[in-house]
């Protein structure tokens, strides 16, 4: 009889982290639980807490997990070959998509644990806002520097906006239960917004 193969700390660790964005992405944040998770795993709480001391900590490595994701996603669009306007056009299209892909992303969001509950989740999730905040700031000002988006635009406040209107969507296309192509929105809030940044003629 075949010995059965112990699975390193780091792919527990992953498989948890996976599991936890499953409960989330079909039953919501309320649902993830300790026992919940433990369950989905096929292993003992205590053993859960031998990997994540608790909720707090799962929901940081989730956040972690979704910034390194994202990251690579940033990564892999070759944006170093287009114009700064074309880069930021791509990024909301690469970011509903990548969304879309991860439907636990806006159910984390907008949930109760990250609105007036847990600290360490907010502050960490805080912190993906603002790198993300920060790198759409980034395109808009290269994009002026190159006369693609007229002076007067505040690049981090409108990439505030530009981002809200982004939440905005993922937040409707959850509560119609998915019921319309969140990626094919792209091209309307390129219009909307980003079209209408660059220089009048």
Request: proline share 4%; aromatic share 6%; hydrophobic share 45%.
């Amino acid at each position: 009889m075949a010995v059965k193969k112990r699975k390193s700390a780091e792919v527990r660790r992953h498989d948890i982290v996976e599991a936890a964005m499953e409960i989330i992405r079909h039953d919501g944040v309320a649902k993830l639980t300790t026992r919940s998770l433990s369950e989905a795993v096929g292993i003992a709480q205590p053993t859960l807490f031998l990997h994540f001391g608790n909720k707090s900590h799962v929901l940081v490595a989730l956040v972690d997990t979704i910034q390194e994701r994202l990251q690579r996603e940033m990564a892999g669009l070759g944006l170093e070959k287009l114009t700064p306007l074309e880069r930021l056009k791509m990024v909301i299209r690469a970011h509903l998509s990548f969304i879309q892909k991860q439907p636990g992303i806006p159910r984390l969001l907008f949930s109760e644990a990250l609105q007036s509950g847990d600290p360490m989740f907010r502050d960490r999730m805080n912190e993906l806002v603002m790198f993300f905040l920060s790198f759409v700031s980034g395109l808009i000002a290269a994009a002026q520097e190159k006369g693609e988006i007229r002076p007067d635009i505040v690049p981090q406040q409108n990439a505030c906006i530009l981002i809200a209107a982004v939440q905005g969507l993922a937040f409707r296309w959850i509560l119609s239960d998915h019921r319309f192509d969140l990626a094919e929105q792209a091209d309307a809030v390129i219009t909307t917004f980003i079209e209408g940044w660059t220089p009048r003629s």
